[in-house]
C-alpha cells in the first residue's frame, strides 16, 4: 500500500515548456485534488475531483489543466510554464471528503 | 466565505515544555470539521489531529491535544513534552460538512513554524 505518489520529485522547466505532473493513489478513494504552495503561504487548490471522469475547479485553476480518466490517477499539466508557476505541488486524496492524504510533493522550478 | 487565520508565523519551545498554536476561522456554517496538519522538513502533510463541529469534547491524540471554542472560532493546539522531531510547519484548516455545495474543499491558514529548542 504506496498510499499517494507524485511523479516526478523535482523537474525544472524553461518558460514555455509543458509538462503533466502524475498522481496515483491506491486507497479506491474517490476525492482527489491538487495544491500548490509558496513560501509563507497555506496550500492553494488548483482543481479537485469528485470521482473518475469529473474535475473542478479550485482557488488558482489559470494555467493549469487537470484530467481524472482513472479513478486511481489524477493528472496535472501546465500547458505553457510561466515563473509565477514555480512553486511546491502536493496532491491529496480522500475517501469521503473528510481527511485528506497527502503524497511528497513535486518541486517544480520555472526559469 | 470561510476563512482560517493563524496568527503566529513563528513559535519556539524548550523540548519537553508545553507549547499552543492558534487557530481562528470565520463561517456562518454550525457543521463542520477541523483539522491541524503538520509539514516536517520533509515536506509530507501529515495529519495530526481533528474534530468535529458537533462534538462537544476536545480530540486528543497522545501528546497533542485542541481547545475547540465554536462560540469564539477558536481552535487552538496544545503540544506537551514537546520533542524535537515535532519541528515542523503546523497548518490548521477547515471543512465545511455540507455536500454538494463546498465539495469537501479544505480551506487552509498560512502556517505557523515550530521550532524546538534542546
Known amino acids: 500500500n504506496a498510499g499517494v505518489t507524485q511523479t516526478p520529485k523535482f523537474r525544472v522547466l524553461k518558460t514555455g515548456q509543458s509538462m503533466t505532473l502524475l498522481c496515483a493513489q491506491d486507497?479506491?478513494?474517490?476525492?482527489m485534488y491538487w495544491y500548490r504552495q509558496d513560501p509563507g503561504m497555506g496550500l492553494r487548490l488548483i482543481h479537485y475531483s469528485v470521482g473518475e471522469g469529473t474535475t473542478a475547479k479550485g482557488e488558482v485553476p489559470d494555467g493549469y489543466n487537470v484530467s481524472r480518466l482513472k479513478k486511481q490517477n489524477f493528472l496535472l499539466g501546465l500547458e505553457s510554464a510561466a515563473p509565477s508557476q514555480t512553486s511546491v505541488y502536493f496532491c491529496?486524496?480522500?475517501?469521503?471528503?473528510?481527511?485528506?492524504?497527502f503524497g511528497p510533493g513535486t518541486r517544480l522550478t520555472v526559469l | 466565505a470561510q476563512t482560517v487565520t493563524q496568527s503566529q508565523p513563528e513559535m519556539s519551545v524548550q523540548e519537553a515544555e508545553t507549547v499552543t498554536l492558534s487557530c481562528t476561522y470565520d463561517?456562518?456554517?454550525?457543521?463542520?470539521?477541523l483539522f491541524w496538519y503538520k509539514q516536517p522538513p520533509s515536506r509530507q502533510m501529515i495529519l495530526v489531529i481533528r474534530q468535529e463541529a458537533y462534538k462537544q469534547q476536545n480530540a486528543t491524540e497522545n501528546r497533542f491535544s485542541v481547545n475547540f471554542q465554536k462560540a469564539a472560532k477558536s481552535f487552538s493546539l496544545k503540544i506537551s513534552d514537546s520533542q524535537l522531531g515535532d519541528a515542523a510547519m503546523y497548518f490548521c484548516a477547515y471543512r465545511a460538512n455540507i455536500s454538494p455545495d463546498s465539495n469537501y474543499q479544505l480551506i487552509w491558514g498560512a502556517g505557523t513554524k515550530l521550532i524546538i529548542k534542546p
Open positions: 491529496a486524496s480522500s475517501p469521503l471528503g473528510d481527511e485528506q492524504f
Open positions: 463561517t456562518s456554517e454550525s457543521d463542520y470539521y
Open positions: 486507497m479506491n478513494h474517490e476525492y
